[in-house]
C-alpha cells in the first residue's frame, strides 16, 4: 500500500517527464515485489495509462514534424507556382 500512494503521490505532484519515470519504477517495484498486493491491478492500470499517454506523445511529435515537412513543401510548390505563371501585362 505504501509504494502504490508513494507511486502516486509522485505521479500526480509534478507532471515533468523525471517525476513520471520516478513513479513509473516505484509502481513497477510494487508489482514485481509484491504480487498478491490488492494494488497490484491498479499499478498496472496506470502504468498502462502512462505507456499509452507516452505513445500519444511521441505519436503527436512524428505527426508535428510531418505537418511541418508537408506546409515546407507547400510553400516551395507555391512558390513554384507563382515563377511559372506568366507576367500579367500592365495597363
Known sequence: MVLFRLGLSIAL???SGRTMRRAEEVLKRLVAE????PFKS??????GLQSQV????ADIKEKE???????????KLKEIDLQRRPSRPSY
Not at 514534424?65 to 510553400?75: D, Y
Open 13 to 15: 505532484a509534478e507532471s
Open 34 to 37: 509484491f504480487p498478491q498486493s
Open 42 to 47: 491498479p499499478a498496472e492500470f496506470i502504468l
Open 54 to 57: 507516452e505513445s500519444l506523445k
Open 65 to 75: 514534424a510531418r505537418i511541418k515537412l508537408l506546409s515546407e513543401e507547400l510553400q
